[in-house]
């Protein structure tokens, strides 16, 4: 319990002391006009109050990335409580602050956008096509995961295709609707029941005195199929959300058509992200009680021995720890969760489409034309992945790699443009996490036995392969900078 409440006071003091220097280093300026003021359409460029633009921010971001990521993440260990807190500070909170602030100073830009102004056209485009594809893996996901939530929960005995249906009608409603008419009026409420559901489990730690695992009990890999599990990097892929994900940097964009004000924005991005990592450790907390505890460790495993996913150990936690009525909040929060995150990808999706086939998204007709072949592929993947017994497995597999391969493009394109807009050094602030998340997703590819090529290569093959893109890549920064430098002498 003592690294637990460590954790909770590191993260809020790395927002109040952190989270304010990268603001001061962006340059934030309450006295220029935002695109929600000179683009109002009524639509997507919408002004709201900032206590609402941040509960939607946060819900968009959360998903079930800190819920169940959390609870996959937990099976490596205390390890976990390191990465959410120190990855969530340092690296995906910084991402997702320099990333909405780009994209509010650029007219409300969409992520593929800031990708080819910094990066080059070539980028942009193959980070348009990457980004949509990411989008419509979300919405696969977050359709899947509440239909099996209130399917095994609420109505066993239903054709789970029926919530299939309810969920993707709802989806296309929200994505079609002006963001102020059914996002900002019904997203702040959920909001605040995931918020109460994290708050629940805290409550419990206190009444239960659950025998949370410390860090000086040792880092060691507790995973349960360890030998072909090493913590680097797996469990950096498996917290798909709660330290870094290049997800809310595609929502950020949403939320940065809706300030007045660019002060808004440490609140919005900074704090939303670690507010994100504050659930995303409570969840980790709270499964780490149950894997390393021998009597209760037998409840995170199926009939046939094998872990439980994410989404059943969040009933294992709920109904294992509060009555019923306390328990179904819980399991609800987590569906609200899944539903706001995955509608509003495929509303990302929209907007990042219609931005480079240039067309007005203001008339109805223009948004269906664009969202309606998003929605059938989206479609495609949701039927397989619940017809297929491996297939959500699958999906959220890769979901969750390119989730964190579009936060590494990011942090690069964000890297430039500190490097281009500030002086001094203040590029490593995204440099470093950089290259840290080059190496985690470069290395994945190649000591990942089920999802890359770790079953031919060697792991220490692997690993090289790693770092020798991760040089690469640096030297690609480098090369760059010194011939943007040339450039602005020249200019000189």
């Known amino acids: 319990m003592v690294t637990f409440l460590i954790a909770l006071v590191v993260l809020l003091l790395g927002y109040l002391f952190y989270g304010k220097l990268v603001e001061r280093v962006f340059g934030a300026d309450p006295q220029r006009e935002t695109p929600a003021v000179t683009m109002a359409d009524g639509v997507d460029y919408v002004p709201m109050k900032p206590w609402r633009i941040f509960l939607i921010q946060f819900l968009n971001i959360a998903g079930v990335g800190p819920i169940c990521g959390a609870i996959m993440g937990a099976q490596f260990g205390t390890a976990s409580f390191l990465w959410i807190v120190f990855g969530s500070i340092f690296a995906g909170a910084v991402h997702d602050y320099l990333g909405g602030m780009i994209s509010l100073r650029d007219k409300g830009c969409s992520l593929p956008e800031i990708h080819g102004r910094y990066l080059g056209n070539g980028m942009k485009q193959v980070m348009r096509f990457f980004t949509i594809i990411l989008m419509i893996l979300v919405g696969a996901v977050f359709v899947n995961t509440p239909a099996v939530l209130l399917n095994n929960n609420f109505t066993p005995g239903m054709s789970i295709f029926v919530w299939v249906g309810i969920i993707f009608a709802y989806y296309l409603i929200a994505t079609l609707l002006p963001i102020d008419k059914l996002i900002g009026r019904i997203y702040p409420v959920f909001g605040f029941l995931l918020l109460g559901m994290a708050v629940a489990i805290v409550v419990a730690f206190f009444v239960y005195r659950p025998d949370i695992p410390e860090l000086w009990s040792g880092l060691q890999n507790r995973h349960p199929d360890a030998a072909h599990n090493p913590i680097f990097p797996m469990m950096f892929i498996s917290i798909a959300c709660g330290a870094i994900s290049g997800f809310h940097a595609t929502q950020s964009p949403l939320m940065a058509r809706c300030m007045v004000n660019e002060k808004q924005g440490r609140p919005i991005f900074y704090g939303a992200m670690i507010t994100e990592g504050v659930v995303a450790l409570i969840w980790a907390a709270a499964a780490t009680v149950f894997y390393h505890d021998p009597v209760l460790a037998q409840k995170t495993i199926t009939p046939d021995g094998h872990p439980l996913g994410g989404n059943a150990m969040v009933g294992v936690i709920a109904n294992e720890w509060f ?41 109805v007709r223009n948004r269906l034309f664009v969202a309606l072949p998003i929605f059938v592929v989206a479609a495609g993947l949701l039927v397989y992945s619940l017809i297929d017994a491996k297939g959500f497995d699958v999906i959220w597999r890769y979901f969750a790699w390119a989730n964190q391969l579009l936060a590494t493009v990011t942090l690069w394109a964000i890297s430039v443009y500190l490097r281009r807009h500030k002086s001094g050094c203040w590029f490593l602030m995204t440099l470093l996490p950089a290259l840290f998340m080059t190496m985690v997703t470069g290395s994945f590819l190649f000591v990942a036995e089920k999802e890359g090529f770790g079953a031919i290569l060697s792991r220490p093959v692997g690993y090289g392969i790693g770092a020798a893109i991760t040089i690469a890549m640096l030297a690609i920064f480098c090369l760059k900078g010194k011939k943007d430098g040339n450039q602005v002498k020249k200019q000189a």
């Open 323 to 363: 009555p019923t009525v306390i328990a179904v909040i819980c399991i609800l929060g987590v569906i609200s969760a899944a539903v706001t995150s995955g509608d509003t990808a495929l509303r990302s999706a929209r907007l990042i489409a219609a931005d480079f086939m240039h067309v007005d998204q203001k008339p």
